[in-house]
C-alpha cells in the first residue's frame, strides 16, 4: 500500500511541495509568533491555514495517487 515518491505523476509532486512549504511556513510562523510584530489573531489564522491547507493536499495526493500503471496490475 506504500506509494514511493517517485511513482506520482508531476502534478501529484508539485502538489506535495505546495504542501511541504506551507507545512514549514506555518510551522516557523507559530514558533517565532513571540517575535513577530503582527496581531496575534491573524497569525493564529494564518498558521492555522497554512496547516489545514497542507493535511489537505497531502491526503487528496494520496487518495488520487494512481498505485501502480496499466502494464504493472496485470489486468490490462
Not at 22 to 39: D, H, M, Q
Amino acid at each position: 500500500m506504500c506509494i514511493r515518491y517517485t511513482q506520482l505523476d508531476s502534478k501529484a509532486r508539485r502538489r506535495m511541495v505546495l504542501a511541504n512549504i506551507s507545512l514549514v511556513i506555518g510551522l516557523l510562523l507559530w514558533t517565532f509568533r513571540a517575535s513577530i510584530p503582527v496581531n496575534q489573531d491573524w497569525l493564529h489564522a494564518v498558521c492555522g491555514f497554512l496547516l489545514g491547507l497542507s493535511i489537505t493536499i497531502n491526503l487528496f495526493v494520496f487518495r488520487f495517487a494512481r498505485r501502480c500503471g496499466a502494464s504493472e496490475s496485470g489486468k490490462l
